[in-house]
């Protein structure tokens, strides 16, 4: 089973607006983190949030965490058409645990 | 981009053969994995290298043998292809396990075995 399921599955926004989609995982954790996929290609690092931190920003990006409800959320603001990807989070020290994935499509 | 090299990038087979695919970095890092990734299941971890000659399995281990006999290579191999191992596979790197590094991505390598 996945440690972390995202939700939703799909999100289609248009240009300018805000996407957030959330992560939820099973067991204790010392880092978050959030991984964009484009499509083709392999993952890229987004941000990483370690279990004693709340809430974390990079650019655009501001990922939450509650470590009481496991679960954690990524806000990308002021969305653009090349943020068109999917989201992946992924929890772990040394055997990653990835999720299934929040596909997003900003519309021009 | 970190020096992540996956071959062959694409690849067709037949089921009953052996199929090993190829993971090379430039960057020195300790830490490679095997993922597969599928509709549906997201990555997967297949087996993962903590230094030369040193791998352990991850989830989903039957079926799939690794070496590491040099820093800059991860060698995956299927003794056997079957249809249901037809996947992207996607080879990483760490620069250490435990202390928060992100993970490094190759672009993939699509296997169809027919």
């Known amino acids: 089973s996945q440690q972390g399921e995202e939700d939703p599955q799909a999100l289609s926004i248009q240009e300018g607006e805000n996407a957030t989609m959330n992560c939820s995982y099973k067991?204790?954790?010392?880092?978050l983190q959030w991984y964009r996929q484009n499509s083709g290609r392999g993952l890229v690092h987004l941000i990483l949030?370690?279990?004693?931190?709340r809430e974390k920003h990079s650019g655009r990006l501001r990922v939450t965490l509650d470590t009481s409800k496991k679960s954690s959320s990524l806000l990308i603001t002021a969305s653009r058409a090349a943020d068109t990807a999917s989201y992946f989070c992924?929890?772990?020290?040394?055997?990653?645990?990835f999720g299934t994935g929040t596909r997003l499509k900003v519309l021009a | 981009d970190a020096g992540i090299t996956q071959s062959p990038r694409h690849k067709v087979t037949e089921t009953g053969t052996p199929v090993t695919l190829r993971c090379h970095q430039t960057?020195?890092?300790?830490?490679m994995y095997w993922y597969r990734q599928d509709p549906g299941h997201g990555l997967r971890l297949i087996h993962y290298?903590?230094?030369?000659?040193?791998?352990d399995k991850g989830e989903v281990s039957d079926g799939y043998s690794v070496s590491r006999s040099k820093t800059e290579d991860f060698l995956l191999t299927l003794e056997s292809a079957t249809s249901s191992q037809t996947s992207v596979y996607f080879c990483?790197?760490?620069?250490?396990?435990?202390?928060?590094?992100?993970?490094?991505f190759g672009d993939g390598t699509r296997l169809s075995i027919l």
């Open positions: 992924a929890t772990g020290t040394y055997k990653y645990i």
């Open positions: 990483a790197i760490s620069d250490a396990q435990g202390s928060n590094q992100p993970q490094h």
């Open positions: 067991t204790s954790i010392n880092n």
């Open positions: 960057e020195n890092h300790r830490y």
């Open positions: 290298s903590y230094g030369v000659k040193d791998t």
């Open positions: 949030i370690r279990s004693n931190e």
